[in-house]
C-alpha cells in the first residue's frame, strides 16, 4: 500500500470562524498538490471525512468545513496546536499549468467558494501566466460571507462580483442583493480564451452552465467541482461513483463535457 493512503499526525497551525457555521482549519503540512483537490480527515472514535483543500502554499494547508455532521462538529472543536489525523491529498484538481495564458471565471456559491479558493490563491501568486479573472461568490446571507480577510486582496487583482440571496432584517449590508446567477447574466464575458471554474449547490452550477453556454462557452471551456461522499478515497469501495466516474480519481474536478458524455452513455 502506498504511503499517501496511511494517515499521518499533522499539528493545528490556526483555527479561524468564516461564518457562523463554517472555519478553516491550518495544518502544518506541507504537500504539493493541485487546486480543487481533497484530503481524508479523521478523529479517533468519531470518523474520517472528505475535505476540499482551500489555499494554495508550500507551506501549509488549509481546509474549511462546514458543520453539517458528527466528524465536522468534532472538528470545530479542535484547538490551536492539537492534531489531527490527515491521509491524501487525492483526486484530480484544475490542472493549472495547462491553462496558462488564459482567463478564468471563477463561480461559487456558499460552501462552494472553499474548493475554488485554492486555484485563486495559485492564479494570485501566478498572476502573470493568466489574463482576465473574474469572481462571482454568491452568499445566502451577509452573514453567511466566507473568506472576508482575503476580499481586499482579491479585488486589487481580480474583477470581484458579490452578491447575496436575502438581507435579514436589522442588518448591515450595502452590498448587491440576488442571486450570483442574476450577476454573471448581466455581466460581459469574452469566452474566447476563457474557462470557467464552478463549484455551488446544484441548482446554481446548472444555471450557470445555461448561462455560460449563452455567452459562447463550449462543454470543453468549462469545469465543475462534483461533490460525493468519498470514503475510501483511492477507488476501491466505489461510493462515489457516478455514471462511470470515480469521483474520488476521475475528479472532483471534471471538464464539463467528460461529465455530459458519461451521462449520456456516450463515454
Known amino acids: 500500500m502506498k504511503a499517501d493512503y496511511l494517515p499521518q499526525s499533522v499539528k493545528v497551525l490556526q483555527k ?15 504537500v504539493d498538490h493541485d487546486p480543487g483537490q481533497f484530503i481524508q480527515v479523521s478523529i479517533p472514535g468519531i470518523g474520517e471525512a472528505p475535505i476540499s483543500i482551500s489555499s494554495y ?17 468534532a472538528l470545530h472543536g479542535v484547538k490551536k496546536g492539537s492534531s489531527l489525523f490527515v491521509r491524501g491529498p487525492y483526486g ?7 491553462l496558462k495564458g ?3 471565471v471563477f463561480i461559487g456559491g456558499g460552501c462552494g467558494v472553499a474548493p475554488l479558493k485554492g486555484a485563486i490563491e495559485y492564479v494570485e501568486k501566478n498572476r502573470k501566466d493568466f489574463k482576465e479573472i473574474d469572481l462571482f461568490l454568491g452568499f445566502r446571507s451577509p452573514g453567511d ?17 458579490m452578491s447575496v440571496d436575502q438581507i435579514p432584517s436589522k442588518t448591515c449590508y450595502s452590498g448587491n442583493v440576488g442571486f450570483i446567477t ?3 447574466n448581466k455581466t460581459p464575458i469574452q469566452a474566447k480564451g476563457t474557462v470557467a471554474f464552478i463549484c455551488g449547490p446544484p441548482i446554481m452550477m446548472t444555471k450557470s452552465i445555461q448561462l455560460l453556454a449563452a455567452k459562447g462557452f463550449k462543454d470543453t471551456q468549462i469545469y465543475v467541482s462534483e461533490e460525493k461522499l468519498m470514503y475510501c478515497a483511492f477507488g476501491l469501495c466505489c461510493h462515489c461513483m457516478d455514471k462511470g466516474n470515480l469521483t474520488c480519481l476521475d475528479g472532483p474536478v471534471f471538464r464539463y ?5 458519461s451521462r449520456d452513455g456516450k463515454a
Not at 16 to 30: I, P, Q
Not at 92 to 98: A, F
Open 182 to 184: 442574476d450577476t454573471l
Open 92 to 98: 484530480r484538481g484544475y490542472q493549472m499549468s495547462k
Open 16 to 30: 479561524r470562524d468564516e461564518s457562523a457555521d463554517t472555519f478553516t482549519l491550518r495544518l502544518g503540512m506541507k
Open 102 to 104: 488564459k482567463g478564468i
Open 57 to 73: 502554499s508550500k507551506d501549509y494547508l488549509e481546509i474549511s468545513i462546514r458543520k453539517v455532521g458528527n466528524v465536522t462538529n
Open 257 to 261: 463535457d467528460e461529465i455530459v458524455r
Open 145 to 161: 460571507i466566507l473568506f472576508t480577510s482575503r476580499h481586499k486582496d482579491w479585488e486589487n487583482h481580480f474583477n470581484v462580483h
